[in-house]
């Protein structure tokens, strides 16, 4: 409870709208808990339709003012909101670590990264170019220009409860368009932090509007959004059902859509590799977030000639890894965001160990710390009919498979629906430009583990969505191009 008090200055309960904190209509609220211990947080509004529609109108009001502003003017209110988050960092990332789970230098440095977003969507605001197309008719000029979408619906998960609602709000503002927001029921409270901090610095009434929801709540309130024919955009990051589902629902009024969807990443290292380097990469791209993260390695495939040492490095590190909840300052590895988590990651493991898996390290429930905990773990001998092979595990899981040449590993790697992120580690320049060239992913990590910046396009392909976050592309998301043509000019 003492964390909770420090933080009560950040924490806020109710509804953003029209730049009031308001109570759900029904008056309804849901508990947020610490997935460490399952003590309650805070009590926050559940939404209604009603609560959705009443941000959607704010939102189309706030519009044409919004719009009309000009892109420096903007980019001045995401300056001051990025700074204001960086001064808040510390408690941000206390705040992240209490209803997420994750330790707190990760929270913190999730602050860093989401801020780092906001930072360059306010520069990039101010480089909206269109285009003079060279004259096709005498007394003609045809130009296009780029144009805020309008009012953007933005839905984000839990897992990076700054960072991915950051990425979304501020690419939208920067662009003119305004927003209606909703993040996921495990983790309301950091973008609420977040919206009350835009709020401070600018941001004005209408113009970022967030409703919070259970579980139960929230289908009926996001419909309210993809059936209202003013969001002309759904921005989304989750899994791969929910974001074809909001595809195919809000179909009737074709709006623009981002879709950041689930991903199975494949880890490759070849036997030309340099082993330690592969080693810390995979460790660095697993372990971040207990495991939770949509890049996160799924599947690790070795090459049989360095197989066995590569397992034993391995295990070796990530049974070193110290598991505890996010305050002691110690912890590397927190507890699972929830019981459905920590059930997945339990049956996946059995299943694999059913189908032969030997568990290097790790492989069972760390219930002496708490209901959410697994023991990071390393598994042997994996194969494409075990679960973890097909599904999304989200947890601190490694299945080692073992295969012979590069046709093989390509082949297997790109053998999912999904196409998020994909890593691989060779010391052959040769080999570097094919398999580069093969993988079937938006983001390719060559002989690295960290990828994510906000200068790269972040996002997929297949089933793990389209769009792209970050980089120069970012804001084509939130832009439509309008061409004009001028006639009767000489
Ligand atoms: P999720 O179940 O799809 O939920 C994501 C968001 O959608 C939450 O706010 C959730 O609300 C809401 N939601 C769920 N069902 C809905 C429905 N029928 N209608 C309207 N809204 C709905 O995903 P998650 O479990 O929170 O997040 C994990 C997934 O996100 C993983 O698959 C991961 O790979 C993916 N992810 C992708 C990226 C990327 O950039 N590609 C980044 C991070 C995570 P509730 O919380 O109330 O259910």
Request: hydrophobic content about 45%; aromatic content about 8%; glycine content about 8%.
């Amino acid at each position: 409870m003492t964390r909770t008090f420090e933080l009560a200055g950040l924490i806020r309960s109710d509804n953003f709208i029209d730049g009031a904190w308001t109570p759900a209509q029904d008056n309804v609220r849901f508990a947020v808990t610490n997935p460490a211990s399952g003590e309650i947080i805070a009590e926050v509004a559940d939404s209604s339709p009603a609560d959705a529609c009443a941000a959607t109108n704010a939102a189309a009001r706030a519009l044409p003012a919004w719009r009309a502003r000009l892109p420096k003017e903007r980019a001045a209110v995401l300056h001051r909101w990025h700074a204001l988050i960086m001064a808040n960092l510390d408690a941000l990332g206390a705040l992240i670590s209490l209803e997420q789970g994750k330790p707190l230098a990760e929270g913190k440095g999730e602050v860093a990264y989401g801020a780092s977003y906001v930072a360059w969507f306010a520069e990039e605001a101010t480089r909206i170019y269109g285009d003079l197309i060279p004259q096709q008719q005498r007394g003609k000029r045809m130009t296009a220009v780029k144009e805020p979408v309008g009012v953007v619906a933005a839905i984000t998960p839990w897992n990076f409860p700054l960072a991915m609602i950051a990425r979304k709000i501020a690419p939208a503002l920067a662009a003119g368009c305004t927003v209606v927001a909703k993040p996921a029921e495990d983790t309301p409270l950091t973008a609420s932090a977040l919206v009350l901090l835009a709020h401070e610095a600018g941001v004005p009434p209408g113009v970022l509007n967030l409703i919070t929801a259970s579980r139960d709540h929230a289908v009926a309130a996001v419909a309210e959004w993809l059936h209202d024919a003013r969001v002309r955009k759904i921005t989304f990051t989750g899994s791969t059902p929910v974001g074809k589902y909001l595809a195919r629902e809000s179909a009737e009024t074709l709006k623009k859509l981002s879709l950041e969807l689930g991903g199975n990443a494949p880890f490759i290292v070849f036997d030309d590799a340099d082993l330690e380097a592969a080693v810390a990469g995979l460790m660095a791209a697993k372990f971040r977030n207990g495991g939770q993260t949509c890049v996160c390695p799924n599947r690790v495939y070795v090459q049989a000639g360095v197989y066995e040492r590569f397992g034993a490095l391995l295990a070796e590190r990530v049974g070193a890894l110290k598991v505890a909840p996010a305050t002691d300052p110690a912890a590397q590895i927190g507890p699972m965001i929830n019981s459905r988590a920590l059930d997945k990651i339990a049956r996946h493991v059995d299943d694999a160990v059913a189908h032969g898996a030997r568990v290097l390290t790790g492989g069972k429930r760390l219930a002496e710390l708490g209901p959410h905990y697994y023991a990071p773990t390393v598994l042997a001998d994996a194969t494409a009919a075990m679960q973890l092979n097909s599904e999304e595990t989200f947890g601190p899981i490694v299945p080692l498979f073992r295969f012979e040449d590069e046709a093989e590993a390509v082949s297997a790697a790109n053998d999912t629906p999904f196409g998020l992120a994909a890593y691989f580690y060779s010391e052959g320049v040769k080999r570097i430009d094919r398999v580069a060239r093969a993988l079937e992913a938006g983001i390719v990590g060559i002989n690295e583990g960290a990828v994510a910046s906000e200068a790269a396009p972040f996002g997929g392909v297949k089933e793990s969505g389209y769009g792209r976050e970050g980089s120069k592309y970012g804001l084509d998301d939130y832009l439509s191009i309008k061409y004009l043509c001028q006639g009767n000019l000489e």
